[in-house]
């Protein structure tokens, strides 16, 4: 049984994102899943679905931080100018090849980000988010 409606990936690795895909649509964590290539792409989408459609804000969003244009850093600047009462009930999590331990706690120290994960996503994974976060909101998912 699928837990959550919608998921976005951001990173601007194609493979990562296909393969994430992969793994979320395998475990049936998911009913859709969007993958992004560039952070400002998935940051009009998410602008997109505030004006028209709240209801369909994602309810986990996997952000890479080291990307061209705006990296994950300036994408949660962003966010957090969006309106509170949908970014609250989204998991926010950092989905980064980065080992820099600044970087981990500075991702985990941030009020919007959930967890830090370092990639690739696999399965594992997405069964501590399904033990240790329970399903933000129901009456923001899709119906």
Request: negative net charge; glycine residues 2%.
């Amino acid at each position: 049984m699928t837990k959550y409606q919608k998921v976005f990936l951001i990173d601007d690795d194609e493979i990562h994102n296909f393969l994430c895909e992969n793994v979320i649509r395998g475990q049936q964590f998911s009913e859709s899943v969007n993958s992004f290539l560039w952070a400002e792409e998935a940051l009009d989408a998410l602008k997109a679905i505030v004006d028209n459609d709240p209801q369909s804000f994602p309810e986990i969003i996997f952000l890479d931080i080291n990307m061209p244009g705006m990296d994950g850093w300036e994408f949660i600047e962003e966010y957090k100018k969006l309106p509170k009462e949908l970014t609250q009930q989204c998991l926010l999590f950092v989905l980064s090849s980065a080992v820099d331990k600044n970087d981990i706690t500075h991702a985990r120290n941030l009020s919007e980000v959930n967890d830090f994960f370092s990639k690739p996503l696999t399965s594992d994974i997405l069964n501590i988010i399904k033990e240790q976060y329970s399903m933000p909101n129901p009456d923001i998912t899709q119906k």
